[in-house]
């Protein structure tokens, strides 16, 4: 049997990933003991993985940044522009490509697949608070006041100006701050959230025995709706998910991860009774 290394490659440039933002939350990140124990981000990714590819022994591999290096300089890739990837075997006996029972991220697609995971508003992991405006509230406020007043009055048939005290209730509006309303928009991050959540969709299409990268990426793009719900998502958000990867990620620029049928009713449409996409549901 002859075996021949292919690195699988979800690629990516970025300007930059936030490595100091891994320690957002009191959680142990998804590689921080290394290979030999499964963590329970990695876990449930493989759930997903398994079911979707028809398997029970595939597993999910986060590293950190200096594993994913070592891995970089074995496999000959940049551990910057690639997020993962799986290797595949020829078989010389049954004329087909197999996979290793296994696919590695790297750091960052592991990082956002699990703050994804972990959030218990998934929706707030693409709306972030920017700022906030206050609120006011007008208000009536009310004041006695009282007056003294020179008056005349006729006492025993004699006009005499005496003074008297007058009581005056006057009424003022005033605007009174009364809270915040927060000012959302789209987190600067979500873009590398959306690469994350396809990198898991796209490397297990290549553990299913695809070997092309461009229909690995239309496939993982139209399951990227299944690993969002797999991870918490509503239906609703986890179509918005789809969508928004399709108009962020899935363009021409891509190269080899992109195929002009890739399309609604197109010849990689794996929903065609479907008008959703590319969530087809």
């Given amino acids: ?29 998804p590689w921080a003991s ?16 398994n079911r979707v590819a028809e398997r029970q022994d595939l597993q999910v ?22 997020w993962g ?13 197999e996979a290793h029972p296994y696919t590695h991220v790297s750091e960052a697609g592991c990082l ?46 004699t006009v005499k100006k005496v003074r008297v005290r007058n009581r005056v209730v006057v009424d003022t509006v005033v605007s009174v701050k009364v809270g915040e309303e927060p000012i959302h928009s789209i987190c600067t991050d979500w873009p590398d959230t959306l690469f994350a959540l396809n ?10 025995g695809v070997t092309s990268e461009s229909v690995a990426e239309c496939w993982g793009m139209q399951l990227m709706a299944q690993v969002a719900i797999h991870f918490g998502a509503t239906p609703e958000f986890a179509r918005e998910i789809a969508s928004d990867f ?21 010849s990689l449409d794996l929903s065609p009774a479907s008008t959703s996409w590319p969530a087809g549901y």
């Fill in 1 to 29: 049997m002859r075996w021949n290394y292919i690195p699988a490659l979800a690629a990516i440039c970025l300007a930059g990933i936030l490595a100091s933002s891994a320690a957002a939350d009191d959680r142990e990140l």
């Fill in 61 to 82: 591999i986060c590293n950190g940044n200096y594993d994913w290096g070592v891995l970089a300089a074995q496999g000959g890739f940049d551990p910057a522009l690639v």
């Fill in 199 to 208: 990198t898991f969709s796209h490397e297990t299409m290549h553990l299913r």
């Fill in 246 to 266: 399709l108009t962020t990620w899935y363009n021409p620029s891509r190269g080899e991860y992109w195929r002009a049928d890739c399309v609604d009713g197109g």
């Fill in 34 to 49: 290394g290979q030999a124990v499964v963590s329970p981000f990695e876990a449930t990714a493989a759930q997903w993985v």
């Fill in 112 to 157: 956002y697949a699990d703050r994804f995971w972990a959030a218990p508003d998934k929706t707030l992991t693409k709306n972030c608070q920017t700022g906030s405006t206050p609120l006011y509230e007008d208000r009536v406020i009310t004041k006695v006041k009282y007056q003294w007043k020179t008056v005349k009055k006729r006492v025993k048939g």
């Fill in 85 to 97: 990837y799986v290797i595949q075997r020829f078989n010389v006996k049954t004329f087909r490509w």
